[in-house]
């Protein structure tokens, strides 16, 4: 069974940073591109950010583009999202999902709230 | 970057009927748009994927169609559990961008 569980969520302050990380199972991690989804609270969905199986081609929504990094260790299942220079704006649960055709795996999510 | 417009934003219905939602992207996405159910304290959930494929697992009541510019997810004979917000996504082209949702209620 697929799963992907996200964590690292938390409050933050404006200007700061936080890492999020997604533990992947149920399927060989090293062969799916990956990515980053995200809600603001009472809104629609948003996509953030994906990065191919091998690492080396990441894409990123202009609205983080600059600020967020994804990255990988496929020898440890595990996707990141590395968030600098936070903003108000990115109070989101943010999900990690597998793409194929769609988005056909999600995360339970992880609350990220920035503010002073 | 492609916008998707999404209609109705609300949408009533009883158990047993037929619904329908749309999705309208501002540039040609060839078939590669995608629907997905969300419910609280679940996963989202993808239902349909490229327009038309059923994803594997999702009842044989949903369906998709359409291409270019003009999508449509239908529910035929609702059951309870399908009421929930739907989204739509077009998968052609970064960034990858998703409708602003149907909520879908019990009338």
Same mark, same amino acid.
């Given at each position: 069974? *697929?799963?992907?569980?996200?964590? $690292? !969520?938390?409050?933050?302050?404006? /200007?700061? &940073?936080? #890492?999020?990380?997604?533990?992947? +199972? ?11 989804v995200?809600q603001a609270p009472t809104k629609g969905l948003?996509? *953030?950010?994906?990065?191919?199986? $091998? !690492?080396?081609?990441?894409?990123? /929504?202009? &609205?983080? #583009?600059?600020?967020?990094?994804? +990255? ?20 989101a649960t943010?999900y990690?999902?597998?793409?194929? !055709?769609?988005?056909?795996?999600w995360g339970q999510g992880t609350l ?5 | ?9 609300n ?25 997905y159910q969300q419910k609280p304290g679940k996963a989202n959930k ?34 309870p559990e399908d009421f929930g917000l739907y989204y ?13 949702g149907t909520k879908l209620e019990l009338?």
């Amino acid at each position: 069974e *697929v799963q992907l569980v996200e964590s $690292g !969520g938390g409050l933050v302050q404006p /200007g700061r &940073s936080l #890492k999020l990380s997604c533990a992947a +199972s149920g399927f060989t991690f090293s062969d799916y591109n990956m990515a980053w989804v995200r809600q603001a609270p009472t809104k629609g969905l948003e996509w *953030v950010a994906s990065i191919s199986y $091998g !690492g080396s081609n990441t894409h990123y /929504g202009d &609205s983080v #583009k600059g600020r967020f990094t994804i +990255s990988r260790d496929n020898a440890k299942s595990t996707l990141y999202l590395q968030m600098d220079s936070l903003r108000s704006e990115d109070t989101a649960t943010y999900y990690c999902a597998r793409p194929y !055709g769609g988005f056909a795996y999600w995360g339970q999510g992880t609350l990220v709230t920035v503010s002073s | 970057d492609v916008q998707m417009t999404q209609s109705p934003y609300n949408l009533a219905a009883s158990p047993g009927e037929s619904v329908s939602i749309n999705c309208k992207a501002s540039k040609s996405i060839s078939k590669y748009l995608a629907w997905y159910q969300q419910k609280p304290g679940k996963a989202n959930k993808l239902l349909i994927y490229d327009g038309s494929t059923l994803q594997s697992g999702i009842p044989s009541r949903f369906s998709g169609s359409g291409s270019g510019t003009d999508f449509t997810l239908t529910i035929r004979s609702l059951e309870p559990e399908d009421f929930g917000l739907y989204y739509c996504q077009q998968h052609n082209e970064y960034p990858w961008t998703f409708g602003g949702g149907t909520k879908l209620e019990l009338k």
